[in-house]
């Protein structure tokens, strides 16, 4: 592990790289958080998982119209890698976006009012679940299209390269678009013209309703990109220590010049692929499990109450802080007006 890890501290000349490959070692060992960054985490998370639990609602209500693809169980990969940013650097996902954008920084208000098509949505309430957008929070979406951010993020990176702005994009995708040609186009420019990319591959076992092991050839997505020299390291992705510590050292890494990072975050969602899916594919059995023995926010919540930094009055009343702010941000998604018709030709390109 100690090879691995100067691999990302330690900047290597090109022949040193192309003679070593692009070896996909294990995950090191978790680093510990201070009280505040657990506090951090655990409110970042459980906005999130709120969050999503009421769009789930709002969907089965009605309120909430096309595709919508909850995060719940995947909260500690955005919220660890988050913490490795710095301002400037950008943010691009797939349709499982939700998090993503409460992540950045957008107001949670207006992420449910653009969910629901209202006109104080982020994007005025035009795009919906699947492809919202803050330039003010350098989110640069959502996709539709499976793998389509893969090569948006990298011209982002090569924008960032250009101008020498010491900015990295984090380009998240799952593991069902990993298989997509695109993303290995992107890698080979990517690592030709050593862009600041981090490649965040989101495994959480099955893409769309398909288990790994059926899909995909190589199961180790960290090898992805080993025929491009690209380093990679699968990473336990409910822990958002190992998160956290991950991400920190592949943003030095493409920081000091050395090109793109590969992180496979070994994740799970608990829900099905979208709302519409029954997710008969694996046994409740086997959700129940992870939910029990895995689940990211209860990691952090034991940890915060056996270290003594919280008590569970405490951390009953986050909960309670975080409900309000979601609940109001539903509020408000139900009594705002819809668009006005005339909103249909505003950015459109005529």
């Known amino acids: ?13 090109k022949a040193e790289r192309e003679a070593a490959g692009a070896a996909s070692p294990a995950s090191a060992a978790p680093a510990p958080l201070t009280k505040d960054e657990e506090l ?37 990969v955005v919220t660890g890698v988050r913490m490795a940013t710095r301002p400037g650097d950008q943010t691009i996902a797939s349709y499982r976006d939700h998090g993503h954008m409460l992540a ?9 009012a653009e969910l629901t098509g209202r006109r104080s949505g982020a994007a005025k309430g035009k795009s919906g679940s699947m492809h919202m957008f803050s330039k003010e929070n350098h989110f640069y979406g959502g996709h539709g299209i499976v793998g389509a951010q893969v090569p948006i993020g990298s011209g982002l990176a090569f924008a960032n390269r250009y101008r020498g702005n010491n900015s990295i994009c984090f380009t998240y995708f799952g593991d069902g678009a ?23 591959i989101e495994n959480n076992r099955y893409a769309m309703g398909t288990s790994v092991s059926r899909a995909s050839a190589l199961t180790d997505f960290s090898k992805r990109g080993q025929s491009f020299n690209i380093p990679g390291e699968q990473v336990d992705g409910m822990d958002v220590r190992a998160v956290k510590a991950t991400a920190v050292r592949a943003a030095e890494w493409c920081r000091s010049g050395n090109g793109p990072v590969i992180l496979e975050m070994q994740t799970y969602r608990y829900r099905g692929h979208s709302m519409s899916d029954p997710a008969k594919y694996r ?7 992870m939910r029990e023995e895995r689940d990211p926010i209860e990691q952090v919540r034991a940890r915060l109450f056996a270290n003594g930094q919280a008590s569970q009055d405490d951390l009953k009343k986050i909960d309670a802080e975080i409900r309000a702010i979601v609940a109001e941000a539903a509020e408000f998604a139900a009594h705002e007006p819809e668009p006005d018709p005339s909103e249909l030709w505003t950015g459109v390109l005529a």
């Not at 890890?5 to 000349?13: E, G």
């Not at 957008?106 to 449910?112: E, I, R, T, W, Y």
């Not at 990993?178 to 965040?200: D, R």
């Not at 046994?283 to 499990?289: I, T, W, Y």
């Open 1 to 13: 592990m100690a090879a691995t890890s100067s691999r990302i501290r330690k900047p290597m000349a």
């Open 40 to 76: 951090y985490c655990l409110r970042m998370m459980l906005l999130i998982r709120r969050f999503e639990e009421k769009a789930g609602q709002m969907y089965g209500m009605g309120l909430i119209g096309g595709f919508c693809h909850l995060y719940i169980g995947q909260e500690a």
């Open 104 to 112: 950045c920084g957008m107001d949670p208000k207006a992420v449910m």
């Open 178 to 200: 990993a298989n997509q040609g695109q993303v290995y186009e992107s890698f080979n420019m990517a690592e030709l013209w050593k862009l600041p990319i981090v490649y965040i």
């Open 283 to 289: 046994s409740r059995d086997e959700v129940q499990k």
